[in-house]
């Protein structure tokens, strides 16, 4: 794989790493909905805020959700919305992995 190739890889596994983990996923499931205070997702996440701002932070630098400050609150919506298609391409893929397991145990 020459340098630019493997430049490419990278970048993108940087986008699927900061979506790596059920938190993250939840948040941006809700941010699809509409923006949010920092508030408003730890109460529902139901964690301290500093850990759903670590959350948030990795979610930020992965270029995946955007911050309006307003105040002492922080509000977050997502950046790029077309995110929700790599949700939709994972339901399909959980869709087709319980077909072929009920084909198997059926």
Do not use: W
Not at 24 to 53: H, P, Q, Y
Request: aromatic share 6%; glycine share 4%.
């Amino acid at each position: 794989m020459d340098p630019k190739t493997q430049a490419k890889f990278e970048l993108r596994a940087k986008i699927i790493k900061a979506m790596a983990h059920p938190t993250r996923l939840f948040i941006v499931d809700e941010l699809s909905k509409g923006e949010k205070c920092v508030c408003e997702l730890t109460r529902m996440i139901g964690a301290d805020a500093s850990t759903v701002s670590k959350h948030l932070s990795v979610l930020k630098n992965a270029g995946i959700v955007q911050d309006d400050k307003r105040g002492l609150q922080v509000f977050y919506k997502l950046k790029i919305s077309c995110i929700l298609n790599f949700f939709s391409c994972v339901e399909s893929v959980l869709k087709s992995n319980a077909r072929e397991q009920m084909e198997l145990t059926g």
